[in-house]
């Protein structure tokens, strides 16, 4: 058993941390202040192969691999969680979605310039009612023609308003009694699709968070993706890789506040010494460093089971599980350790903490999390 990186991977860590510090880190304080999407910076990772690292060349992508991917989103989201989640819901929620039921067309068309970084994907699951129950689902799609037509609304989408292509669910007619739903394609300039109000959020400011609205929002017939019927399957597999990239992005955070923590420890001075020499403080940076290397060994091994092709649904789910409360706990404690400076914006561990929370939230609760792992050990249904 070895746990070295491989080359490769130590490669892809170099190059995406010299970008973070050289161009992310300076300025992640400014765009959080001004709430400002990085356009510029996505681009230029783009430029770098960043939004489309696990997707094959011919695709347009980077050719890498899942665990390639999980440490690009931890290495931007050292610097910049608004980043690092804007990376994640492209490459995860956008991408990944065409690329398991996408056709060679769709893959063509849409799934090639998203790889490529020349367009930012989103995806639209999450409903006023409807979110980790997707019964709740009330957005609706009926065949007329050549065409699906789109009706209804979804909440808290990551990319709105910045993304050119929309992966979305809703129900069809011939599902409406069972519930089940379908998956669709839509263009950001298709007539009837709108965006409604941006959220104002308590961290990530740099990425957009908002609504999207369909009033007779007419698609192409070809714009259904898999089958009719078959989104909910297809969402499950989504937000399976989706749990590798937060839990990713969690880990970026934690480290981020350990770092910080560590360095402001050893420099500040109380009763004639470091504080890093007193035991309650020296405690809780070693109990940093533990949570932080055991949420990495169970984030690269989800991510390395899925590059085997092998089921990965409960580890993913661990590991977003422990890494988002290991976020959670480290970014708290490194706002502790760094006393009155810690809860005054100078001294970034406050933004890790406000960031982190949503770890615990996005793509299923720690709550959700716990139903996944406990349903598929026992094998009942936990509720």
């Known amino acids: 058993m070895d746990f070295a990186l491989s080359p490769q991977h130590e490669e892809i860590r170099r190059t995406v941390r010299d970008f973070a510090e050289r161009r992310i880190r300076p300025v992640a304080d400014e765009l959080e202040r001004r709430g400002e999407f990085p356009m510029e910076i996505i681009r230029e990772a783009a430029d770098l192969g960043l939004l489309g690292v696990p997707y094959p060349e011919e695709i347009g992508g980077t050719g890498l691999d899942a665990l390639a991917y999980a440490i690009t989103v931890e290495e931007l989201s050292r610097a910049s969680g608004s980043i690092g989640i804007i990376v994640s819901a492209h490459t995860s929620l956008g991408c990944n979605p065409i690329w398991l039921a996408g056709t060679d067309a769709q893959k063509e068309k849409y799934l090639r310039p998203m790889a ?31 065409a699906w037509v789109l009706n209804g609304g979804k909440r808290f989408i990551t990319n709105a308003g910045v993304a050119g292509t929309y992966v979305v669910t809703a129900v069809t007619d011939r599902e409406e009694q069972t519930g089940k739903i379908s998956a669709f394609i839509v263009e950001a300039d298709t007539p009837g699709f709108s965006i409604g109000r941006m959220e104002e959020k308590m961290g990530l400011h740099a990425s957009n968070t908002g609504e999207l609205i369909f009033t007779d929002c007419r698609i192409p017939a070809e714009n259904l993706l898999g089958e009719e019927g078959e989104g909910d399957k297809l969402f499950l597999r ?35 010494k470091a504080i890093a020499e007193f035991q309650g403080v020296a405690f809780m940076i070693a109990d940093m460093a533990v949570g932080i290397e055991a949420a990495r060994l169970l984030t690269y091994r989800a991510a390395w089971l899925k590059d085997q092709g092998r089921s990965y649904t409960t580890e993913a789910a661990m590991a977003k599980l422990y890494a988002s409360e290991v976020a959670r706990d480290v970014t708290n404690d490194a706002v502790q350790v760094h006393g009155g400076y810690g809860y005054v914006t100078e001294y970034h561990v406050e933004r890790y903490l406000r960031d982190a929370k949503l770890t615990e939230i996005g793509e299923g609760t720690s709550q959700i999390q716990r139903m996944v792992i406990a349903r598929n050990l026992l094998g009942v249904r936990a509720m």
């Open 116 to 146: 490529s970084g020349a367009v930012i994907g989103a995806y639209g699951l999450t409903e006023p009612g409807a979110g980790s129950d997707s019964r709740g689902t009330r957005t609706r799609a009926h065949r007329d023609g050549d």
């Open 238 to 272: 989504t937000l399976d890789g989706g749990r590798i990239g937060i839990a990713a992005m969690a880990l970026g955070l934690a480290q981020a506040a350990y770092e910080a923590a560590s360095a402001y420890a050893k420099e500040r001075r109380q009763f004639g």
